[in-house]
């Protein structure tokens, strides 16, 4: 693999109108959105759903790779052709969730580190046999009583370096996922400042470690009010602080940024995208998508589980899609849910 192919896979994630579907959830978070819709977390209800992800006629004309979990890559489409080959065929990169998940960060209560660098190099050399374009890890800061601390701060930059320059030494594009939680009732400006401490100290670790940023594609959560925050700050206001903030701290030469959701709504998610879009012609980097929930959340819904829903479930997701498609141009409007 040469710097060249990790520029194309990269460049190509972030293609014009085009985002990622996070369809990573682990066993245990799908499950949780199974029990939302009353299905039971087979592995056979876990397939089915993933399958009717995958084969969404028309997918590919606004989603550029799909982010697989371990199962996932494993599993086939019920006339048994395997997804990542599906997905190859039908021009989507397939992509693979490689931490192991987030565990208590020792000796600071409250905060998380990202584990599963052991045996990391053989699992992406087997990720990569099975089809695996690009990777994610993903690192948990949380908002509140005195934390963020640096000590977690820096112990998952350094782990997202780790991961990053395993995955460029076999020829996988890191995508590298530090989510400040929106779930605390903070302000956008305290989630200024611990997005700008957790992006800059993620990037000056990635250079520390000699990754190629310009190989690498950053996923990260957008500036905004906390969930709880009796104040929430407007799309536009939003867009303008997540904008000013990347433009701080994220080094040009980078390939590009994707969004998470991080419990955002469906419409309000691809609303701020939108209007970062619009608004700014000439960032040096595309912004684009990388949501779960804000995708998946009224497919899942119309599915219910059941196969006879499938058509309109995909139908639900290809409507997300392509309203974030837009988005990612500045292209969206609003009265596209109504005529929807
Ligand atoms: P959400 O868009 O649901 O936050 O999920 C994205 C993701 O992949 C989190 O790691």
């Not at 939302?36 to 606004?62: C, F, H, M, Q």
């Not at 993620?202 to 957008?222: C, E, G, P, R, Y």
Request: hydrophobic share 35%; proline share 4%; charged share 25%.
């Amino acid at each position: 693999m040469t710097t060249t192919e990790l520029e194309t896979i990269a460049k190509m994630m972030v293609a014009e109108g085009k985002g990622i579907l996070a369809i990573d959830e682990s066993t245990p978070t799908i499950k949780k959105r199974f029990d939302s819709i009353n299905v039971e977390s087979t592995e056979e209800n876990r397939r089915a759903y993933r399958d009717l992800l995958i084969t969404n006629p028309d997918g590919n004309k606004y989603i550029s790779g799909m982010i697989l979990y371990d199962e996932t890559i494993r599993q086939s489409t019920s006339d048994g052709t395997p997804f990542a080959e599906k997905l190859t065929n039908d021009g989507i990169m397939p992509g693979i969730k490689v931490d192991t998940g987030a565990k208590d960060f020792a000796l600071h209560s409250n905060e998380k580190i990202t584990e599963g660098l052991d045996g990391l190099r053989e699992r992406l050399a087997e990720y990569k046999n099975l089809g695996a374009k690009f990777a994610k890890w993903r690192a948990v800061i949380t908002i509140g009583k005195n934390i963020p601390t640096t000590a977690c701060i820096d112990a998952n930059a350094h782990a997202l370096a780790r991961y990053a320059g395993l995955c460029q030494e076999i020829g996988i594009v890191p995508m590298v996922e530090p989510e400040v939680l929106m779930d605390a009732d903070n302000t956008i400006d305290l989630c200024y400042n611990i997005t700008e401490k957790t992006l800059s100290s993620l990037f000056s670790t990635l250079k520390n470690q000699d990754v190629s940023i310009a190989h690498t594609i950053l996923k990260t959560n957008m500036v905004i009010s906390g969930k709880q925050c009796p104040t929430q700050a407007n799309v536009q206001e939003v867009a303008e602080k997540t904008v000013q903030c990347l433009l701080k701290n994220v080094p040009s030469e980078l390939a590009g940024i994707v969004f998470l959701s991080g419990g955002q709504s469906a419409e309000l998610a691809t609303a701020h995208l939108n209007a970062m879009n619009q608004n700014n012609k000439d960032l040096p980097w595309p912004l684009s998508f990388s949501y779960g929930r804000a995708l998946q959340e009224p497919c899942l819904k119309a599915w219910g589980g059941n196969s006879e829903n499938i058509e309109t479930a995909q139908k639900a997701l290809l409507h997300r899609e392509k309203c974030n498609g837009l988005a990612c141009k500045g292209e969206y409007d609003t009265k596209m849910e109504d005529a929807a």
